[in-house]
């Protein structure tokens, strides 16, 4: 099931085949996360709008919440990436548990914030039975954080190490066993009470404890001699890695949860047209953001090993396969919405604005093609602090106020407000093109193999 040893000498080029060889496990799961995510709205839609509407709310949170540690974790994804194409072993295996370390922590921080929960979804704009459902559901989901980041930093891990698949089969496992759980739990089949919303979250946790437990197995299973306790001098390199794509992270979303306010305002049913929409652009960006998710490994690996060379022509692999096949979805959003929203059963209403987003999200899916794809390369060179730069410039300085302007000012609503995706991501991708193409996101030095700790992490990009 697992390989037993995902270390592997770097190839001597970087083209689409070495692109895909570690993309396709990524879209395979982030498929299955995407397509359980969906398949829980389609579940809770059977309840009605307003309980769709309060699932987009209280995730907005959660995601906010979660934000910069998992920015921080993916320093742990980066640095392994790095130490692995330095050829250092040992260093690699003790990131791991720095990783589930830090993702304990993380978890039992978010766990803390549920006396929180209910107040923080009234000053995003819910209220009556949308605040009495989002509540329910975030608090629940809260209560399992301490799990869902340690799945999410072993899935670091493995991926930084090279091995998409280990991840792959656990994720594709926690999903399948989601959808499952939340048709019964969520609506009461058989013996089971009909739970609704409480049941949607309750069945997420019970899906990523089974997901966490089978990396926990593949993770304990190799016999590596390394000490299960914490490195302080690994845990601050690789929190310093992170820490600027979590603040990224975190400011973006903190813009995000703005911007869903903006749409609750909008009324119920530009609200539900966003959930359903994102939901079905999500599942289409997938094999984009593995695309780039595996341009960001190969690119760690080129860069531990002093090969830069290597790391450009990840770049130009991820970037050709991301486009193209951003633009082929693009085409299904343009001709064929009606079949893509009516999966959900959206009421007549909601379905009118769905299909508005959908045309929008056509354009918006090949220009975050290309930022995505760029972002992780800069991010896996060690050149984070730049991309957090520009990345809090599009988020707040255009997003927001575009996304407000058209929605309220305009009278456009939700398609207004997506407007102001394109228009970020449109800056993201110019931006970030630049950056690749002037050389400056590979520094200053090249990378030592000697020393098992300072390696290219700790050359400073050049800003």
Known sequence: MFPRDAHRALPERVGVREVLDLAWPVVVSMLSFSLMAAADVAIVGQ???????????????????RAWPFGVISGVRVLTAQRMGAGDRDTVERLGWQGLWLAI???????????????????????GAILDMASTFLVIRLAAAPVEMALLA?????????DTRTPMVANVAANVANVALAAVLVLGIGPFPRLEMAGAALATNLATSLGLAVLLVAFV???????????????RRAVGLGSALGLDDLLDLASYTLFVAVLAAAGPIHLAAHVLSLRINNVSALPGYALANATGVLVGHAVGAGRFDLARQAVRSGLALAVGLMAAAAVVFL???????????AEPEVFEVGRRLLAIAAVFQILDAVATVLYFALASAGDSRFALRVSVLASWGLRLPVAYALAHGAGLGAP?????????VGLLAAVFSWRVRSGGWLGNAEPTRADPIAGPEAVPARA
Not at 47 to 64: C, Q, V
Not at 155 to 162: D, L, S
């Open 105 to 127: 922590a993380f978890g039992v921080l978010q766990a803390a914030f549920i006396p929180l929960a209910r107040p923080a979804l009234g000053w995003m704009g819910a209220e």
């Open 47 to 65: 309840l009605g709008t307003e309980p769709l509407a309060s699932i987009g709310m209280a995730l907005t949170l959660w995601y906010l919440l």
């Open 416 to 424: 207004g407000a997506w407007v102001g995706f394109v228009v970020q």
């Open 154 to 162: 072993l899935t670091a891990w493995f991926q930084g190490r090279g």
């Open 335 to 345: 001709a064929a919405p009606g079949l893509l929203l009516g999966v959900f059963g």
């Open 221 to 235: 299973r190799r016999p590596t001699g390394v000490a299960p306790r914490p490195t302080w001098d690994l845990v």
